[in-house]
């Protein structure tokens, strides 16, 4: 903030990445609980979220050059999640989700399914922006991936659509 304020600009808001991450997809409307990593070149979002409130955040040196680590940790999480907070919340989660750089590599995502016994899905970032049917960005679909925060931050709230 001092650096803003140092440059004359006025903060309004301050967002984290796991939820502009969330936003952006996960539809508006869905109200069901995912299990978000965000696979980054040096480290690992891991991210509960229902709809685009996000429940659960950390983030670990790991990455999907590192598949037995990773799951690990998927396996923690998962466990915990369904473990303790089940009874309270009476969510589980339905999926786990793929984004960042790490996402479209070869084996991570059939890795994760067999490993930890639950589907896994690549995420489409561009899901909450317009209809691939009418219309295709420039960026590839691959190089999209690392994008999931950026839009996101462009995206309105859900309350907002």
Not at 72 to 90: D, Q
Request: proline share 2%; hydrophobic share 40%.
């Amino acid at each position: 903030l001092d650096l803003f304020t140092a440059a004359g600009l006025t903060v309004t808001s301050l967002e984290l990445e796991s939820q502009a991450i969330a936003r952006s997809i996960i539809d508006a409307h869905d109200d069901n609980s995912y299990l978000i990593l965000n696979l980054e070149r040096a480290k690992t979002g891991f991210y509960i979220a229902t709809g685009d409130a996000v429940q659960f955040t950390s983030t670990m040196v790991i990455t999907s050059d590192d598949m037995v680590g990773l799951c690990e940790e998927i396996t923690k999480i998962y466990w915990h999640a369904h473990g303790e907070n089940k009874e309270k919340s009476g969510r589980t989660i339905s999926k786990i989700l793929l984004c960042g750089e790490g996402a479209a590599k070869e084996g991570v995502q059939d890795g994760i399914s067999k490993t930890v016994g639950i589907e896994v899905e690549i995420a489409n970032v561009w899901k909450n922006v317009f209809v691939f049917d009418k219309y295709v960005p420039d960026i590839p679909l691959k190089d999209s991936f690392g994008y999931a925060a950026a839009i996101g931050l462009a995206l309105p709230p859900h309350s907002q659509y």
